[in-house]
């Protein structure tokens, strides 16, 4: 379901696409149309998910099963939608989100090779079925997104096979579903895709109490 009070606009896409920037300059503008914005990321963004997240992305867990990385990812959510993004919405806020359950979906289902429908059922449980208005995919090729070898954490030093399987899930699922995604090419300007972005939220405001 999609609140029916507030706005949530997510981010997604692979490493190093420039989500963390974006939303950023997406909840300046926002504020500065008078908006409330709550800006928030998975995993770790209350105090359990940090303890989480250490254990999600921590390169000294070593191996850990692909059930059970869904299971956490999906634990992180649960606490972060009923702590933060759920009060948020309920008093008419915007809730930016840095990554949410499309990121599950393409890690841990196309990326682990797990069933899809399996890891979202576990997420749709995990949120209550709380749905973006919109998702942002900031799309690059795996190649110029991941960082140097040396300082990756347990998902980056995925092979590139794995996170080219998470680019097609992220594009399959906006090419489903286009009226909930936007789907932007990563290389173009910060400044650039900052306007796409404010092009496609500003009508989505009118729900939104200011
Ligand atoms: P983070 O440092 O927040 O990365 P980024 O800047 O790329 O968003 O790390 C989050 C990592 O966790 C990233 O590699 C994607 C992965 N991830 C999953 O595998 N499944 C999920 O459900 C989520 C939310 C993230």
Redesign the pocket.
Known sequence: MHSATGLLVCFEG????G??TQSRLLRSWLEEQGHTVVLT????DTPVGRRLREI??GPETGELSPRA?ALI?AA??AEHVDRLVRPALERGEVVVM????D??L???GA?RELDVADVERV?RWATGDLRPHLTVVLDLEPEQGLGRFEGR?R??GESLAFHRRVREAFLRMAEADPDHYLVLDARTSVDETAAAVRARVAPLLGQVAS
Do not use: T
């Open positions: 692979g490493e190093g696409s989500k963390s990321f998975e995993p770790g999600l992305l990385e990812y992180d959510r840095d990554r949410y359950v990121s599950s393409a890690y841990q990326g997420s954490d998902m980056e």
